[in-house]
């Protein structure tokens, strides 16, 4: 089995999780940490046994000490970052949100196209087992009329913003707020099911710091449509449901579908949950190293397709509610 050296830029608590997660794959190689401060960069690679770091983003992509790189920078810099490794033949692995807006992911795509390199967004529930599940259960329930995903949860930072602290979790410059932090983990599963929705109707609650906090959105289908509920300011305990005529598939935990569980029209319910390894992102990072040891440029599961389309939805929803990013005006 090949090793696939991998590089990582960004060093905070998602890099943490991912390479707790990433630490278990075959063929996975942490090789190089990039960070602008070459003190926290040496501080990050000492952790994890690392010897090569970084401060010029520019030289770790064209080094060739890596072969692919995991980006979990600010939203707005996922484009730029990942563009400069694509075009120096390095695979890249990209958190959601994917971009800051259609045009970015679209360029993301054309460069990976053109430099026959791997591009994957990082949206792990789509690898989980318990989505699998999910899709391999659908047609027990009949012909699909709705679909609701909720995740509300109160941010750790919203109490200093509240007290004038404006930390990064509500910074417009940096294209995030509760839809491209939260509501993504609703949009995307539902896309990746149900695909492209007809048109969409967004509603949100915008903070003076100019992103939002909270907000819902109706996604239109031919026969069904999809109600997404996500805030960064208040807590839901509720679970998501796709609902059929013949019964409703119940997930606990949109963002790790922990469980899932059958409920048909006559009552009976089926525990449908499978084990999933805690460290989670243990099967996005497994599905990006397969997919190079065996030279596939494009997940089969997390396509282009959906993550043209998730951005696409949540671009038309910030419209409406008036959300626009110094990224959308470059």
């Not at 099967?283 to 599961?301: D, G, H, R, T, W």
Request: aromatic share 8%; hydrophobic share 40%.
């Amino acid at each position: 089995m090949i090793n696939i050296r991998v590089g990582v830029v960004g060093t905070n608590n998602i890099t943490d999780w991912f390479l707790s997660g990433a630490k278990d794959v075959e063929g996975f190689k942490l090789a190089a940490v990039y960070s602008r401060s070459e003190s926290k960069a040496r501080e990050y690679a000492n952790k994890y046994g690392v010897k090569d770091i970084f401060t010029n983003l520019e030289e770790m992509a064209k080094s060739d000490l890596i072969d692919a790189v995991y980006i979990a920078t600010p939203n707005s810099l996922h484009s730029e970052q990942s563009i400069l490794f694509l075009e120096n033949k390095k695979h890249v692995l990209c958190e959601k949100a994917f971009g800051s807006n259609l045009k970015e992911v679209e360029a993301m795509i054309k460069s990976a196209k053109e430099n026959k390199v791997l591009l994957m967004e990082a949206m792990k529930t789509t690898m989980l087992p318990n989505f699998q599940v999910v899709k391999e259960n659908l047609h027990r329930i009949g012909k699909v009329r709705k679909c609701s995903a909720s995740f509300c949860q109160y941010s750790s930072r919203y109490d200093k913003y509240k007290n004038g602290e404006v930390l990064n979790a509500f910074k417009p410059e940096l294209s995030n707020g509760a839809l491209m932090d939260i509501g993504v983990y609703c949009i995307e599963p539902i896309i990746n099911l149900f695909g492209k929705p007809k048109s969409i109707k967004a509603n949100g609650l915008m903070l003076e710091s100019g992103v939002d906090g909270s907000g819902s959105i109706i996604l239109d289908y031919e026969d069904m449509d999809g109600v997404v509920m996500f805030s960064k300011i208040s807590n839901s305990y509720l679970p998501s449901e796709i609902q059929g005529e013949d019964g409703s598939i119940i997930i606990e935990k949109i963002n790790t579908f922990s469980k899932v569980k059958l409920i048909l029209k006559n009552g009976e319910e089926i525990d449908l949950s499978k084990q999933q390894v805690d460290d989670d992102m243990y099967y996005e990072a497994k599905e990006f190293i397969s997919l190079i040891q065996n030279k596939e440029l494009e997940s089969k599961v997390n396509t282009f397709e959906t993550s043209i389309n998730t951005i696409a939805v949540m671009d038309e929803a910030r419209r409406q509610i008036g959300l626009v990013y110094p990224a959308d005006k470059k």
